[in-house]
């Protein structure tokens, strides 16, 4: 069975911090990219970050440059993605993702997925 268990959310001040953490199993883990969505309320889901499978690159919204990183550890199986400078506009519920990535390209759109976790809720307090 895949899970995907995203953790970290909370309820933070604007222009501080959160690290959500996305632990996998029941795949393998190094062969698919990870990433995060996310969704506030009445507002459409939306790509935040991704990392590939393989070389482990990157790709960000650029809502989001500049204040937040992805990475993996996949001895772990788990992705984390470290979020600074946070702001109002980031409240939403974080859904961590997985996709076979056999060409180390990264995720694709959200109709593309191949699985999705249960989302964390963050809060940012202005």
């Known amino acids: 069975e895949v899970q995907l268990q995203a953790s970290g959310g909370g309820l933070v001040q604007a222009g501080g911090s959160l690290r959500l953490s996305c632990v996998a199993s029941?795949?393998?883990?190094?062969?698919?990219?990870i990433g995060w969505f996310r969704q506030a309320p009445g507002k459409e889901r939306e790509g935040v970050s991704c990392i590939s499978s393989g070389v482990g690159t990157t790709d960000y919204a650029d809502f989001v440059k500049g204040r937040f990183s992805i990475s993996r550890d996949n001895a772990k199986n788990t992705v984390y993605l470290e979020m600074n400078s946070l702001k109002s506009a980031d409240t939403a519920v974080y859904y961590c993702?997985?996709?076979?990535?056999?060409?180390?390209?990264?995720?694709?759109?959200?109709?593309?997925?191949?699985?999705w976790g249960k989302g964390t809720q963050v809060t940012v307090s202005s």
């Open positions: 029941g795949f393998t883990f190094d062969k698919y990219a």
């Open positions: 993702v997985a996709d076979y990535d056999p060409f180390q390209k990264g995720c694709p759109p959200d109709y593309g997925i191949d699985y």
